[in-house]
Antibody, heavy 118, light 105 residues
Framework: QIQLVQSGPELKKPGESVKISCKAS????????MHWVKQAPGKGLKWMGW????????TYADDFKGRFVFSLEASASTANLQISNLKNEDTATYFC???????????WGQGVMVTVSS | EIVLTQSPTTIAASPGEKVTITCRAS?????MYWYQQKPGASPKPWIY???KLASGVPNRFSGSGSGTSYSLTINTMETEDAATYYC????????FGSGTKLEIK
């Protein structure tokens, strides 16, 4: 069955970096783009951007340009999100999600809680 | 960027009641997508291409709309439907609505 399994929760200090992973299984990884979505505590969903899993080309939403990097380990069917120079406002759950068709997120990872606190 | 405005923000419904959640776009979009999220869980795919139910979604749910106005309707509310529902579009850039929290009365 199709699964997106993300790495575990992270506790970081401001200024540090974090890398979270999203391992896909049950389908051909390079056939579907992978998106990233942020959800701050008690807040709604915010789209961060996506990565073309065939070419490796990332596209970032305006609010996520600069400190955020999407990458792949295609041989391991894994997409990664790295956030550098962490700020308190980066405290959130980060989801990876596969897109099907025009723009429908048909599978989601379980989410990774990143807490940034001094 | 197209802004999606959901209404109401919160709604309480009794079992058996009909519920409608509206999503208005700041500019015309071709399709709308909906997700259901319960506390502590990932969003679940719910409705795609405006009116098609995702796998496993009960047929008491329906989606409709066009242009700038879309809606999700529950024909007869059940307790398991209590959740937050988000609409989503991808025109020039992808955006989500701010969510509608549906509670049981």
């Amino acid at each position: 069955q199709i699964q997106l399994v993300q790495s575990g929760p992270e506790l970081k200090k401001p200024g540090e970096s974090v890398k979270i992973s999203c391992k896909a299984s049950g389908y051909t990884f390079t056939d579907y783009a992978m998106h990233w979505v942020k959800q701050a505590p008690g807040k709604g969903l915010k789209w961060m951007g996506w990565i073309n899993t065939y070419t490796g080309k990332p596209t970032y939403a305006d609010d996520f340009k600069g400190r955020f990097v999407f990458s792949l380990e295609a041989s391991a069917s894994t997409a990664n999100l790295q956030i550098s120079n962490l700020k308190n406002e980066d405290t959130a759950t980060y989801f990876c999600a596969r897109v099907r068709g025009r723009s429908f997120f048909d599978y989601w990872g379980q989410g990774v809680m990143v807490t940034v606190s001094s | 960027e197209i802004v999606l405005t959901q209404s109401p923000t919160t709604i309480a419904a009794s079992p058996g009641e009909k519920v409608t959640i509206t999503c208005r776009a700041s500019s015309s979009v071709s399709y709308m997508y909906w997700y259901q999220q319960k506390p502590g869980a990932s969003p679940k795919p719910w409705i795609y291409d405006t009116s098609k139910l995702a796998s496993g979604v009960p047929n008491r749910f329906s989606g409709s709309g066009s242009g700038t106005s879309y809606s999700l309707t529950i024909n007869t509310m059940e307790t398991e439907d209590a959740a937050t529902y988000y609409c989503q579009q991808w025109s020039s850039t992808l955006t989500f609505g701010s969510g509608t929290k549906l509670e049981i009365k």
